[in-house]
């Protein structure tokens, strides 16, 4: 494999963000209950149009329950392994101009460690 400077990096993306969209059909809580489907569509047009989609920079992408559906709804980026919870637009806005753009975390929409399923 020959190596380029327009090659990606090792990790291909720079950071991965996961949004749950799992949706339970036994009445119990989720994701998909809180706007997740909403909070993943903004974030992912978000960063297109900030021009950060692609490879060596940032994947937006759809996933089902990570088990943390009491702080629904839940994202999740790595490499840092920041979990956050969100409510509207603005949240999503703040977590990619701040978090996936300048890599500082956004304290205020951070999941707290205890809250699981």
Known sequence: MSSSSTAPPRGYYGRHIFFCLNERTNGEDSCSQHNAQ??????KARVKEAGLAGPGKIRVNKAGCLDRCAGGPVAVVYPEAVWYTFVDEE???EIVESHLR???VVERLLLPPDVGR
């Not at 909403?38 to 974030?43: E, K, N, S, T, V």
């Open 38 to 43: 909403q909070g993943f569509a903004r974030c």
């Open 102 to 104: 300048n890599g500082q």
């Open 91 to 93: 949240d999503i806005d």
